[in-house]
């Protein structure tokens, strides 16, 4: 849990996306990709987990990650959102509410 309770639905957000842009990856193994979907999602991943550290610690750069998250996101949100998987299109909309949610944080 975050040290500072106004974290709490970034963090929530940070482990959802996190999650579901690792499973996105695995369920694009052996499908053909046009853009950086699944590349982004292993960078979407890896910086939503420094996030959720960065706030779970009060870091004082926590809003600075979670600045460069919701850039990360939006980004890995379009990339995925350009396939017609549904696992692609839950990641995409994941990866959305991961950036609002960081997006409150950083501002």
Known sequence: MASNPSYS????????CATTCLANVVAMLGKESKNACPSCCLECAAICTLCVHAMTIDAKFASDYCRLCAEVCQWCAEECAAHDHDHCQKCAEACRRCAEACQSVAA
């Open 9 to 16: 639905k970034c963090v929530e957000a940070c482990q959802e």
